[in-house]
């Protein structure tokens, strides 16, 4: 044999530190004072002690794990009590838990396609989608970013009589755009095709109820199929796809990262209850989140920051340049300040940023000084576009 494992992964590993683009994990400590601004609680609910005492209740009512799949022995009471919770936000018949988004992006596309349905997917989709395209089997073509003319020129040149799959993420999670949400269901119905959502990024903060950027303001025969996070705004972690009876019905048969996984942990399906809960008592929460948003944006490109166009608590400055991007993130770290530093192949060859999340925990003084350091960071590296990017 003339390659071991061990020379391949050595290879592999030397590839990418070449590249300047080996990842290290870094352990989070309670008692370093970073301002975080990398993650994605964005009501501020995930240290929120009326959800950890939710939690610890739920782990003494029903124990720290479900102790087996919900077809086995696992789906229980609490399990049922969030479903239902999620219909009702999301407007839809039915929802059902998956234990992550991942997992249920995987499990709604592994579930409905094979190699005789044609797949549609925005070029800027999450991975998830990507990768349960690709596990299907399915025939799959890529449209432009929001490019509903290209989506269109591609669903028009597709078999006769074969069935087809539109799926979007509701907000892009590394630019912090949306999609037109309305126009796609239109174009769908116009094919015949179903359109999928995954708004993983959008429930919790878009919408009148926080219902995202679908919710209630589409229903199941606009959007057939609605996928929603827990481990983002709602603080918790799991995910729930919503829809009719019958599309649940067939996941719950069909979807195998549903079948073969244990189920969510009862402390966190109560936990999740209570966040629920929460969304629904303090709209101040969402309105705070967005008030920091045009704060940052306002005071960003008076300060000319190549900001992307997001009205979403995802605020990216696209710096381009991988070394300039790692350079700024280490001088915010420097200056207290935690924020994603985001590269190829994650995105784009000459795409790199910095993806900044605000949250509804933050305050406007944290505003005032993410932007002090980004002014800093302005004037010891420059950027080489001052203009806000596709505007």
């Known amino acids: 044999m003339s390659q071991t494992w061990n020379d391949y992964l050595r290879l592999r590993a030397d590839q990418r530190r070449q590249a300047q683009r080996w990842r290290q994990r870094q352990t989070q400590r309670r008692d370093l004072a970073l301002l975080d601004m990398a993650g994605n609680d964005y009501l501020g609910l995930r240290t929120d002690p009326r959800l950890a005492e939710a939690a610890s209740d739920g782990a003494r009512r029903y124990g720290s794990g479900a102790g087996a799949s919900h077809l086995v022995t696992g789906h229980g009471e609490l399990h049922e009590a969030l479903e239902e919770a999620l219909a009702r936000l999301t407007g839809r018949p039915r929802a059902l838990l998956f234990s992550t988004g991942y997992m249920a992006n995987l499990g709604v596309i592994q579930a409905l396609c094979d190699p005789h349905v044609q797949v549609y997917q925005d070029r800027l989709n999450h991975a998830s989608l990507i990768d349960g395209a690709r596990l299907a089997g399915a025939r799959s073509r890529r449209y432009h970013h929001l490019d509903l003319a290209d989506l269109d020129r591609l669903m028009t040149r597709a078999p006769e009589k074969s069935l087809a799959l539109a799926i979007s993420d509701g907000v892009f999670s590394m630019d912090g755009d949306c999609a037109d949400v309305g126009a796609l269901a239109r174009l769908c119905q116009r094919h015949g095709a179903w359109l999928m959502i995954d708004d993983a990024h959008g429930v919790g903060v878009l919408g009148e109820r926080g219902d995202g950027c679908v919710g209630q303001r589409y229903d199941s025969q606009q959007v057939p199929i609605l996928v929603g996070t827990l481990g983002k705004a709602l603080g918790t972690g799991g995910a729930f796809v919503a829809g009719d009876d019958a599309l649940i019905e067939h996941l719950i048969q069909f979807a195998r990262p549903y079948v073969y996984t244990t189920a969510m942990p009862p402390p966190v399906a109560a ?121």
Do not use: Y
Not at 286 to 295: A, D, G, K, T
Not at 346 to 353: D, E, H, I, L
């Open 271 to 391: 936990a999740s209850l209570k966040a629920l809960e929460l969304l629904d008592a303090e709209p101040e929460r969402r309105q705070h989140l967005h008030s920091l948003v045009q704060l940052f944006r306002d005071e960003a490109s008076r300060l000319g920051l190549p900001l992307m166009p997001s009205r979403t608590p995802i605020q990216p400055i696209l710096l381009g340049d991988e070394s300039r991007t790692l350079e700024w993130a280490r001088l915010l770290e420097a200056s207290g300040i935690k924020v994603g530093a985001i590269r190829p192949p994650t995105v784009p060859n000459g795409q790199s940023r910095l993806r900044i999340t605000l949250t509804a925990g933050h305050s406007h003084d944290d505003i005032h000084r993410l932007l002090d350091a980004l002014a800093s960071c302005q004037r010891l590296v420059p950027a080489d576009s001052m203009e806000e990017v596709g505007a």
